[in-house]
């Protein structure tokens, strides 16, 4: 599967020399922090064909049984704040949905601020861990961890997620070429972290015209759950709700979620 992989990696792309592959671990994001904390360099792939304990954000599990996903994490290594980076899950959305378009033909939407939807339904999810030294307040090392349902029907989701997670082959009617996908995910996540620090304005436009919250009625889920009209998104990935009196509130993705009240989306 690894050297399936690589081949299907532009020559272009260093990151395919530092590419781990697992049969089974516990979580690519918890490994690839134990990497980085062993010096791991900027640009280090870890991918697993199926995960013990894979993470989502707030606690979640994120399902990942064998052969049915792809569960992806990069180690990276930029120099600057962490408030540099507020706009990072929103980059490796916007790549993560060009790549999936790219390698498939189908255009995933983004469920602000971590999903990427088809159909209404949840196909995947990122899940971004920063390591930031206390005393620069510099990051020391960024991991970003890309999950994706590739195969499988609804049966096969546990039943609790049955309704709201969809894959690949389900919204395509047949299986996608996973090593290709794979590959072209890899390859978008070098190209925006390319311009990550300098291009922040295009990859947030991406983002933007990729959401699907915006517009939305929305739920934040926080105090007395107010519900607002998602607004729109600022520059650092935040998203703006306008609240019946007319406030404008700031929905940071660390403090809170949103709920769309119709369904999942
Ligand atoms: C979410 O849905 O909240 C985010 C899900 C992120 C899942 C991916 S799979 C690869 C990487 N390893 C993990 O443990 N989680 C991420």
Redo the contacts with the bound molecule.
């Keep these: 599967m690894k050297d399936t992989i690589i081949s299907h990696i532009p020559a272009e792309c260093p990151w395919r020399d530092t590419l781990y592959w697992f049969d089974t671990i516990d979580?690519?994001?918890?490994r690839a922090k134990l990497l980085a904390n062993q010096g791991a360099p900027h640009g280090t792939v870890i991918l697993a064909a199926r995960?013990t304990a894979?993470?989502?954000?707030m606690g979640?599990s994120?399902f990942?049984p064998e052969g049915n996903g792809i569960?992806?994490?990069v180690i990276l290594r930029p120099r600057c704040s962490a408030e540099a980076l507020m706009h990072l899950t929103c980059g490796v959305a916007a790549a993560a949905t060009q790549a999936v378009h790219k390698a498939t033909g189908l255009l995933p939407q983004i469920k602000w601020i971590?999903?990427l939807v088809v159909q209404g339904k949840k196909l995947g999810?990122?899940?971004t861990e920063l390591s930031v030294d206390p005393g620069s307040g510099l990051v020391q090392y960024a991991v970003v961890?890309?999950?994706i349902n590739c195969r499988g029907s609804r049966e096969h989701f546990p039943a609790p997620i049955r309704d709201i997670a969809i894959s690949l082959e389900t919204a395509l009617g047949s299986p996608p070429d996973t090593p290709a996908l794979v590959a072209a995910l890899i390859h978008a996540l070098w190209d925006m972290d390319k311009r990550l620090l300098r291009e922040k304005t295009a990859i947030m436009n991406t983002y933007r015209k990729h959401c699907v919250t915006l517009g939305q009625q929305v739920k934040i889920l926080r105090d007395n759950n107010p519900m607002g009209i998602a607004e729109s998104i600022d520059p650092n990935g935040a998203l703006l709700v306008r609240l019946p009196d007319g406030r404008l509130e700031t929905v940071n993705s660390g403090e809170v979620s949103v709920r769309g009240l119709y369904g999942y989306v």
């Design positions: 979580s690519t994001n918890t995960q894979g993470r989502g954000r979640r994120f990942s569960y992806l994490s971590n999903d999810g990122i899940l961890g890309l999950g």
